[in-house]
């Protein structure tokens, strides 16, 4: 271990410094510009790609190949925060219609405070947490509907699921739902997206949270490995990928169950051709980055 001791620079010195690591900029006052409102650090991330092959993992500092510019990062990272904006939006329209099915089939089955119902849970500790959670995300609502129950009901305490769900994050929802016993309305919920069992729905619901969280919070889409990784389908029931030999931890799939889902949801979604033309405007972005297969445009999912 050793002691941080870099100085922090300024913006004219991180440009000088690009520089020296031979990344070629004609126009010095552009990258002076977006280093003004892009920390360099969260543009270094699109500029590892860019650099020298080196035998010697220590080289310091790493030199940018022959050729590349301070347009090419850019590209790579405007590439990448559209991609955020797209994956964010198809993202929505899944949440929506999740939320939608698990709270008509559960309350139709079980009643209003179904939640509430210890029995109709795996984990008694799980249930515990996310009560918790999910009181907190209600004390933190200022939903006009919440209000108005507290304002006018006293019993039971917490709102019906209608209401209660519409204010839960889609981490705490995928968290409920994968504890759920087995059910016939559990079976019901993956059977209208399309998915042989409802294990399949809970890892897809997680994953699709994760990256969800990821866009939020700004993150980086591009080239990420993927923590929470949704499930392969082995029996679906509509359009799935024909080549199965890919990366379930790469942002492919989890964009593969976007379209699945979506088509079902929204049929006539265009994300599919909306990604095409992001990626056709940004060629500089590697898909192999992303866990594309060669022949991927050759799905008929993503057709």
């Not at 209208?192 to 997680?206: D, I, Q, R, V």
């Not at 866990?291 to 050759?298: M, S």
Request: charged share 25%; with cysteine; net charge neutral.
């Amino acid at each position: 271990m050793a002691a941080y001791l870099k100085p922090a620079l300024t913006i004219d010195e991180q440009v000088d410094y690009l520089l020296k690591k031979q990344l070629e900029i004609p126009d010095t006052s552009k990258p002076a510009n977006y280093l003004s409102h892009i920390n360099y650090y969260r543009l270094k991330a699109y500029m590892i790609p860019f650099y020298k092959a080196v035998t010697d993992i220590k080289e310091i500092p790493k030199h940018f190949r022959p050729g590349i510019t301070f347009n090419d990062v850019l590209d790579l990272y405007i590439f990448d925060r559209k991609l955020r904006l797209l994956v964010f939006d198809a993202i929505e329209k899944i949440e929506i219609a999740l939320r939608a099915q698990i709270i008509y089939h559960l309350s139709v089955e079980y009643g209003a405070e179904w939640y509430n119902n210890l029995a109709l849970f795996r984990d008694s500790g799980y249930f515990d947490a996310h009560t918790e959670q999910l009181k907190g995300e209600l004390d933190r609502s200022s939903e006009e509907f919440i209000r108005h129950y507290r304002n006018n009901y006293d019993s039971p305490e917490f709102p019906p699921a209608w209401m209660t769900f519409e204010v839960l994050s889609m981490g705490l929802l995928s968290k409920i739902f994968a504890n759920l016993k087995s059910s016939k309305a559990k079976k019901a919920i993956a059977d209208h997206f399309g998915l042989p069992n409802a294990e399949t729905l809970e890892s897809w619901m997680k994953a699709l949270s994760y990256v969800r969280n990821i866009c939020a919070h700004h993150g980086r889409l591009w080239n990420r490995v993927l923590t929470l990784k949704p499930q392969m389908l082995k029996s679906p029931k509509a359009v799935w990928l024909k080549n199965q030999q890919v990366s379930i931890n790469r942002l492919y799939v989890c964009l593969s169950t976007i379209i699945y889902l979506l088509r079902i949801v929204t049929p006539s979604t265009d994300f599919a051709e909306d990604f095409k033309q992001l990626h056709k405007n940004f060629p500089i972005a590697d898909l192999r980055k992303m866990g594309f297969p060669d022949d991927w445009e050759n799905e008929p999912l993503w057709q």
